[in-house]
C-alpha cells in the first residue's frame, strides 16, 4: 500500500511562458510515449531517442535504426514497464548531521523513495527536462537531455544538477547512469532472442581513459568469415564545475550485487562503497554509470554532464572526451540544438490571440517535416538542386510494427512510407522556391506499372556517368591520389551525407568547401527517388 507521502496527487497538465507542456507528478498521470525529433543540422549526426513519462523518461535510443540501440528498443507497453528499472538512474547517498540517507529520484515505490516531494515533466521540441524537489532532504535534482547538434557523432547529452536547498552543508555521493548499455554489433534479433548467447562476444575497452567504448569483438553470423567490428558505443561523464573526467562504472554488480533485477543499488549502500580496481569487462552485460563524492555547500549545486553516443573508433571517442570538458561547450550546443528546431519551427510563424495555437503551429509543422522532409537547397553554379532532409518514417512506441531509418550522416534523410512523404511534401514549394516541380515530377513517376505506388521512399539519391565532368569537377576539388576514390563512388547511387562520410572516413581533403563541392557535384548528377 502506497504510504501517505505517496498517496496520488491532483494532477496538473499546463503550458510554461515558454511553450513547453508541463506534467506535474508526471510518474502518476496517464502513461504516454513520445520521441524527439532526430535532428543534429545538417552537418551533425542525428540520433533517435523515446521516451515515456513514466521513471527518468527516456526508454530507448540509439542511432539508424532499432538495430544500431544503445538503450534497447521497447514498444510502448513495455517501456511503461522496464523504464523505471533499466532506463536511466540515480542513486544519492546524503549525509548531514552525522546522518546517512539514502535517496533514488524519479521514482515512486523504491527504496529511497519515501519522502515529500514534487515530480514535473517539462516537454519542449528540442529536448526533455524532468525534476524532483525533496523537501525532506533540502534538495533538488534536474535532468535535462537534448542531442547532439552539428558534430561529426551522434550522441545524447544527460545534464543532472542537484541543488542543495537548505543551509547546511552535505556531502554527497552520487552514481548516475544506465544499468544496461546495448554493445555495439548486438541488433534487436538478437538482443531479444540470444542476448545470453551474445554476451560471449561483449567487450568494453578504453575504462582506464574513463571513456568506455562498448562493442562486440565480431560480427555475430554463421560464416566462416571472420569480420572484426571497430565502431562502438560509447559513454563519458564530467564533473562540469571542475571538468574532470569522472570514473566510470561498467560491472553491473559493481552497483547492484546479486540484485539482478536492478530494484536496488545494493553494493552502492555499502558506507565503506568504492569502484573496485578492476571491472570484467568482457563476456557480460555491461552498464554505463559514473560516481561523484562531492561537499555541497548551503545553497550551491553540483553538476554530472553524460554524453553517450556512436563513434567509428576509440580514437575518436578519446577526442570527445577532450571536446566536452571545453569551456562551456555543453551549453553551446544546447542553444545550438535549440536554434535548429526553433529555426524549422519559424517557417509557420504565427502570431493569434491563443499562445496554444502559435505553439501548436510550429509543432505541427516540426512533425510534418519528420514525415517529408525539409526542402533546402544546395548551390550549383547555375543555380540550385533542391532535396528534402530530416525526414524518417514514423518509429514511434506506438506503431512498433515501423522499421525507421535515420540515416546517420550530414544532410540525414531516412525511409518513409510513399503516403505519408507525399501529403507531407505538398507545400513544400511555399518554403523553398527552388522546389519548382520537382515533387510533383518525382511522385507520379513513382507510380508502378500496375497503377500501384511503391510503399516505401527511401530518400533522393544521386549518380554521375558523365565521367568528363565528373572529372572536371574532382580534379578541381581534391588531391590527385583522392581522384579515382570519389570518381568510383558517385557512379552508383548515393545520398549527399554518404558522400559526405565517406570522404570523411577515407581522409579524402577537399580544396573547395564542403558545400561547394557538394553543390558542384550534384550538379552534374542525375537525381533519383
Not at 229 to 236: D, L, M, S, Y
Request: glycine fraction near 6%; aromatic fraction near 12%.
Amino acid at each position: 500500500m502506497p504510504t501517505a507521502k505517496q498517496k496520488k496527487t491532483n494532477k496538473l497538465y499546463s503550458f510554461d511562458k515558454d511553450g513547453n507542456f508541463v506534467i506535474r507528478d508526471y510518474n502518476r498521470a496517464k502513461p504516454f510515449s513520445s520521441f524527439f525529433p532526430g535532428i543534429a543540422g545538417l552537418f551533425g549526426i542525428p540520433m533517435w531517442v523515446f521516451y515515456v513519462n513514466r521513471g527518468q523518461c527516456i526508454s530507448s535510443f540509439g542511432v539508424e535504426s532499432k538495430d544500431k540501440a544503445i538503450m534497447e528498443f521497447h514498444p510502448a507497453n513495455k517501456s511503461y514497464r522496464v523504464t523505471s528499472l533499466q532506463g536511466f538512474r540515480t542513486f544519492i547517498k546524503v549525509k548531514q548531521n552525522n546522518k546517512n540517507n539514502y535517496w533514488e529520484p524519479f521514482q515512486g515505490y523504491l527504496p529511497g523513495t519515501d519522502y515529500g516531494k514534487t515530480q514535473i515533466m517539462d516537454i519542449s521540441a528540442h529536448g526533455l527536462t524532468i525534476s524532483e524537489e525533496n523537501k525532506d532532504l533540502g534538495l533538488k535534482i534536474d535532468v535535462n537531455y537534448f542531442t547532439m547538434p552539428e558534430e561529426s557523432f551522434a550522441a545524447l547529452v544527460r545534464k543532472v544538477t542537484i541543488e542543495n536547498l537548505s543551509n547546511k552543508e552535505k556531502t554527497l555521493e552520487v552514481a548516475d547512469g544506465m544499468p544496461v548499455v546495448v554493445c555495439y554489433g548486438l541488433n534487436d534479433w538478437l538482443n531479444k532472442h540470444l542476448s545470453r548467447t551474445v554476451e560471449a562476444w561483449i567487450n568494453v575497452k578504453n575504462v582506464d581513459k574513463k571513456a568506455p567504448y562498448y562493442h562486440l569483438n565480431v560480427e555475430v553470423s554463421d560464416v566462416p568469415e571472420v569480420k572484426h567490428i571497430k565502431e562502438g558505443n560509447f559513454f563519458v561523464s564530467i564533473d562540469n564545475a571542475t571538468k574532470d573526467l569522472l570514473e566510470p562504472i561498467i560491472e553491473t554488480s559493481c552497483i547492484f550485487d546479486d540484485s539482478t533485477d536492478y530494484v536496488s543499488p545494493v553494493n552502492f549502500l555499502n558506507d565503506n562503497f568504492k569502484i573496485p580496481d578492476k571491472q570484467y569487462s568482457a563476456n557480460r552485460t555491461p552498464c554505463a554509470m559514473s560516481y561523484l563524492k562531492k561537499k555541497i555547500k548551503p545553497k550551491g549545486k553540483i553538476e554530472i554532464v553524460s554524453i553517450l553516443g556512436y563513434a567509428n573508433t576509440v580514437e575518436q571517442v578519446n577526442e570527445i572526451a577532450h571536446k566536452i570538458r571545453q569551456d562551456d561547450f555543453i551549453n553551446k550546443k544546447s542553444l545550438r540544438n535549440k536554434e535548429i528546431i526553433d529555426e524549422i519551427k519559424s517557417f509557420t510563424f504565427t502570431n493569434s490571440s491563443s499562445k496554444e495555437f502559435n505553439a501548436y503551429c510550429g509543432y505541427t509543422f516540426l512533425d510534418n517535416v519528420l514525415r517529408g522532409g525539409l526542402p533546402i537547397s544546395v548551390k550549383t553554379t547555375e543555380g540550385f538542386v533542391p532535396f528534402n532532409v530530416y525526414s524518417r518514417k514514423h518509429g514511434d512506441l506506438e506503431r512498433d510494427y515501423n522499421h525507421f531509418t535515420v540515416a546517420p550522416t550530414f544532410y540525414s534523410q531516412g525511409n518513409g512510407n510513399y503516403r505519408d512523404v507525399n501529403q507531407n511534401r505538398r507545400n513544400d514549394i511555399w518554403f523553398n522556391k527552388d522546389v519548382k516541380e520537382t515533387s510533383i515530377v518525382s511522385f507520379l513517376s513513382l507510380i508502378q506499372a500496375d497503377g500501384y505506388n511503391p510503399l516505401i521512399v527511401k530518400g533522393t539519391t544521386f549518380s554521375s556517368d558523365n565521367n568528363s565532368k565528373a572529372m572536371d569537377v574532382l580534379n578541381k576539388c581534391l588531391a590527385k591520389d583522392d581522384v579515382e576514390k570519389v570518381k568510383e563512388f558517385i557512379k552508383d547511387d548515393f545520398l549527399p551525407g554518404n558522400l559526405l562520410k565517406f570522404i570523411s572516413k577515407n581522409n579524402v581533403k577537399l580544396k573547395a568547401k564542403t558545400c561547394d563541392f557538394l553543390g558542384m557535384i550534384l550538379e552534374i548528377c542525375h537525381k533519383h527517388e
